[in-house]
């Protein structure tokens, strides 16, 4: 009977989730994806946005090398302003640039959102973007190993426009646990993850 309760919780160990690497509901491990669309105020070769688009190579330096960043869209040479998506989004703008990551946690990615090297430009975003009063970011729980394509992108943006934060979109405001059949009500998130720009 001792060597059986041994055993049990040696196997309930090894189901536990490891620190910072997402979450885990029975045999599926979830993680983060989310999307952010911007409206652009002129196109991304003119002179308003040429300080964005310095500022990109370190920002996404920052992203890739931060803790819990597990993938970001881009295209095979590594372009992520090439990437076309949300066209009907443009809402008479200069076009759309959209931003589509994978993270461990909620708490990895507000912690680069709100890192300093991101907060730098982000102050910024209203001299290059215009401003939207729609949702602009969308985030939902994906199987580890899944790539969200941009068609699931716009859907996730869609639905969250139309119903709001739930548990199949939602923001880092208002989050939702993985999905694992508990409770799936919304987590307000601290006070200190508003936007600081």
């Not at 500022?55 to 931060?66: C, F, K, M, R, S």
Request: glycine residues 8%; neutral net charge; proline residues 7%.
């Amino acid at each position: 009977m001792a060597a059986e309760r041994g055993r049990t919780w040696a196997l309930a160990v090894k189901a536990l989730p490891r620190a910072g690497s997402g979450c885990q509901h029975e045999a599926v491990d979830y993680v983060l994806a989310q999307v952010n669309v911007a409206r652009m105020r002129e196109p991304l070769d003119s002179p308003l946005l040429a300080d964005f688009v310095a500022a990109l190579g370190p920002v996404n330096a920052a992203a890739d090398a931060a803790p819990g960043f597990v993938w970001r869209l881009q295209t095979e040479d590594g372009n992520a302003t090439a990437v076309r998506a949300f066209e009907w989004d443009g809402a008479g703008s200069a076009g759309v640039l959209v931003n589509m990551s994978v993270w461990e946690s909620v708490e990895a990615l507000a912690g680069y959102v709100y890192s300093e090297a991101h907060r730098r430009v982000l102050r910024r975003r209203r001299e290059w973007f215009e401003r939207m009063a729609e949702a602009s970011m969308a985030l939902w729980w994906v199987p580890r190993g899944h790539v969200p394509t941009t068609r699931e992108a716009e859907e996730r943006v869609r639905y969250l426009r139309r119903h709001g934060p739930t548990a199949r979109a939602f923001t880092l405001r208002v989050h939702f646990p993985p999905p694992d059949g508990a409770s799936q009500q919304g987590i307000r998130s601290p006070e200190d993850w508003t936007c600081p720009a």
